[in-house]
């Protein structure tokens, strides 16, 4: 199979539809599967290995760390036509995915796409609501000739059919519990944070409007005096709202910007608690993260999270926007040593079960499925652009 992907994110930038995509191509280049990836330059040249192909791009307004590629059609049509894709994966239905659907819609070739972010519940955030009518009409035609529509959690695959999407198949996330693990606990994480709390509570993820952070600040200023004294959040990620929430924050938050690899790893298995007030996950990367890390986890009872989080087995779910509810729960966590170990010891054994090579051997048939199936149409004339 020889496959050709296009994303409007991937490595060095560090966002979780990032980093699965370079996850996919180890993966591809262990199985031997040729493969191209077009994406929007974000990094100098040098920073990008064959086979992925960087194209011109300006910043996204509503993110501006992502970009909105301004391909040169003729340029990538050459390639694709030297490549002679099999497959087309859409891993984005802006620009650059755009380029790869028109390609597959005048070749006739198989093409997927994968749905990666709840853009219809951001709009709500960044006061855009009025679009939303576009927005779905704009995602029903980029999607409507494609094979299939890779979600990633049961709930993003729900929310997409309740709009009137079909073709609809799973494709879920792994985590890798070598890098994320207990033993990477160290004291030293304490010290070099200057964490003096009983109990360190965790946030992993980007800090804008549509994660809830503010959730998560109010709730811990409702904690009883007695329970402030005692734990300390800790916030990694960067974001549009750091400056602003940095200012706001109450005491014992410590803000550390983003961290990446053993240093990520060991914030996670050094902390007690992860908290993730986020409503707006198609999947939930960190949330299974702090699992193979023996967190248990409080989280929002929406989005992909809940998938993740077996209520009194691995943690807790909340209500989202309910800093009052997320507060309680803080409350009780703290105070149950035994019952945090229990949860974060079953959060792990569950985790160990999410491989990313199972995860990535169940696209592989995916994908072999959908070429046999459009091969099949097209021997019998049927299929249409």
Not at 150 to 165: I, K, M, N, Q, V
């Amino acid at each position: 199979m020889r496959l050709a992907l296009f994303t409007d994110t991937f490595l060095p930038q560090t966002n979780g539809v990032a980093r699965t995509l370079g996850r996919l191509t180890d993966y591809l280049h262990r199985r031997g599967i040729e493969h191209l990836l077009f994406t929007p330059k974000s990094a100098p040249e040098s920073s990008y290995p064959d086979p992925v192909r960087p194209i011109a791009s300006i910043p996204f307004f509503l993110y501006p760390e992502c970009r909105l590629a301004l391909p040169g059609m003729s340029s990538i049509q050459s390639e694709l036509t030297a490549f002679a894709p099999d497959l087309l994966h859409l891993a984005t239905p802006f620009n650059i995915g755009l380029t790869g659907l028109r390609y597959a819609r005048k070749h006739q070739l198989p093409h997927v796409a994968s749905y990666h972010t709840h853009f219809d519940r951001y709009l709500e955030y960044y006061k855009m609501r009025r679009i939303l009518p576009l927005y779905w009409k704009y995602m029903k035609w980029f999607h409507r000739s494609c094979d299939a529509i890779l979600a990633p959690s049961r709930e993003t695959a729900a929310s997409l059919r309740s709009e009137g999407f079909t073709g609809l198949r799973l494709w879920s996330r792994g985590v890798d519990c070598t890098l994320y693990s207990p033993e990477k606990r160290s004291t030293g994480i304490r010290e070099r944070y200057e964490l003096g709390a009983e109990l360190i509570l965790l946030y992993v993820g980007r800090i804008a409007p549509e994660k809830e952070l503010a959730t998560l600040l109010q709730a811990m200023q409702l904690l009883p005096e007695s329970v402030q004294a005692t734990v300390q959040l800790i916030v990694v990620g960067e974001g549009p709202l750091l400056p602003e929430l940095r200012s706001q924050a109450p005491e014992r938050v410590t803000f550390t910007g983003a961290k990446h690899g053993e240093e990520l790893a060991a914030l996670y298995a050094s902390a007690d608690l992860f908290v993730f007030p986020s409503p707006t996950e198609t999947f939930g990367n960190v949330v299974l993260e702090a699992m193979a890390s023996g967190l248990p986890v409080i989280a929002a009872d929406a989005g992909g999270s809940k998938e993740l989080v077996v209520p009194g087995v691995t943690g807790k779910l909340v209500e989202p926007r309910n800093p009052a509810a997320m507060a309680e729960e803080i409350i009780k966590t703290a105070s149950g040593y035994l019952l945090r170990t229990a949860m974060g010891r079953e959060g792990r054994r569950l985790a160990l079960q999410r491989s990313w090579e199972l995860v990535f051997d169940g696209l592989i048939r995916d994908y072999e499925d959908v070429v046999d199936r459009r091969r099949a149409l097209n021997r019998s004339g049927i299929y249409t652009a």
